[in-house]
């Protein structure tokens, strides 16, 4: 194999994907870093395994992480089923086919937000929220979707991670990114 995984790199906002990124590293043995740490600790142009939280689409802290590294793999963590949305964030991020693409069902915690995105989110409890809310016939995930708005809720769990760890165990025994 050619190239090495160093570490794991992340963005949180209310901490639910500091909570995958632990996970991961618990899991794989590699060193989980904040963007912010890693800044200072992790070679430039390593390999590594992105993680930042979603919003409107965006993976926050991505762009940072892309000039500094090389990104194997992205997990965008948000309120959205995991696995769905996947070509969505890929197109939107302008990521490489190289670059394995996973996103996981997190969590809502408005108590957690700050500054601007809690305003954003305040008002989209009240638009979105009322929206599903209203709904006749939503979907099992609408439904969740809804009570992470209203009632607040952290999803994260080790089984959401199952498509990444094939991807990962894959990548570790070929050096290819193909998911």
């Known amino acids: 194999m050619t190239d090495m ?24 043995g590699l060193p989980v870093y904040s963007l912010d740490k890693a800044k200072t600790t992790l070679e430039k142009a390593s390999d590594i ?8 689409g ?16 992205v997990c965008a963590v948000g309120m959205g089923e995991t696995g769905s949305q996947m070509s969505d964030v890929t197109k939107q991020n302008s990521l490489s086919p190289e670059i ?9 915690d408005i108590d957690k937000l700050h500054g601007i995105y ?21 979907t099992p995930d609408e439904d969740i979707m809804l009570d992470m708005m209203q009632n607040g809720r952290n999803l994260v769990s080790e089984d959401n991670l199952s498509a990444f760890y094939n991807w990962y165990d894959g990548f570790q025994k070929t050096g290819e990114s193909s998911r």
Do not use: P
């Open 5 to 28: 995984i160093k570490a794991i790199v992340y963005t949180s906002n209310t901490g639910t994907t500091a909570q995958y990124a632990n996970l991961i590293g618990k899991r794989t």
């Open 49 to 56: 395994i992105y993680l930042g939280w979603l919003m409107a």
């Open 58 to 73: 965006t993976v926050k802290g991505i762009k940072k992480a892309q000039k500094l590294w090389k990104i194997r793999a």
């Open 100 to 108: 394995a693409v996973f996103t996981l069902r997190g969590g809502f």
């Open 118 to 138: 809690r305003f954003m989110m305040k008002t989209m409890q009240k638009t979105a929220g009322k929206a599903l809310a209203n709904k006749a016939d939503r």
